[in-house]
């Protein structure tokens, strides 16, 4: 694994979220066959009956009001706040970033089980929190004592060969966050090659 990839994470952790407006999650086509209305419209109803700032639950709220079921009242409050530049591509409503890697594996999951433990994530700690015996393994993250999120690992059927992910929640911001990726592709490759 490149050793430089964790001081570049680390130094991400101080570079402040912002940016531009991210994509919605669904075309202006999918949303309006969907819900009755496109973006423009969701965005400027959303302002005019909400105001200029609401959160994500008062918005998949009042959606859910206009006779939207609740998975498309949430799309449309995650669009909304993208497109309003309040939200980024994997942020979460608390603010923290997810972002999740996948590789197809001949590891089965009792031999992904019982490789996995503490000491497996190279220049992290962790700690299992999943119960033994659980389906997949969850894990608090630390980087030098400071918290650096949570990672989950799940092992599914796909195809001929099971695919495992890694999904890392609760990161700080944007730039860690496209970093993390990069780790967790090297991570995963490197439990395949260990096969």
């Not at 490149?2 to 531009?20: E, F, K, M």
């Not at 197809?104 to 119960?131: C, K, W």
């Not at 608090?140 to 059927?157: F, K, N």
């Not at 966050?177 to 490759?189: G, N």
Request: net charge negative; hydrophobic share 45%; glycine share 10%.
């Amino acid at each position: 694994m490149d050793a430089d990839l964790l001081d570049r994470i680390r130094s991400a952790r101080a570079v402040a979220p912002g940016g531009p407006a991210a994509a919605p999650p669904h075309s202006d086509a999918v949303i309006a066959e969907r819900t009755g209305r496109g973006w423009d419209a969701w965005l400027a109803d959303v302002h005019v009956a909400l105001g200029a700032d609401p959160d994500h639950a008062a918005i998949a709220a009042w959606v859910r009001d206009q006779g939207v079921d609740g998975w498309w009242a949430q799309a449309v409050a995650v669009g909304v706040e993208r497109l309003s530049g309040r939200r980024l591509a994997g942020q979460q409503p608390d603010g923290t970033f997810s972002i999740s890697r996948s590789r197809a594996t001949s590891v089965d999951r009792e031999a992904l089980h019982a490789r996995i433990g503490e000491g497996s994530f190279p220049g992290l700690e962790a700690v299992r929190r999943s119960r033994p015996g659980a389906k997949a393994l969850r894990f608090t993250l630390t980087d030098a004592g400071a918290p650096v999120g949570s990672l989950l690992l799940s092992l599914d059927a796909y195809g001929a060969r099971p695919r495992l992910t890694a999904t890392h929640d609760r990161i700080a911001g944007p730039v860690e966050a496209e970093l993390w990726k990069d780790y967790w592709a090297a991570w995963l490759a490197a439990v395949e090659e260990e096969g």
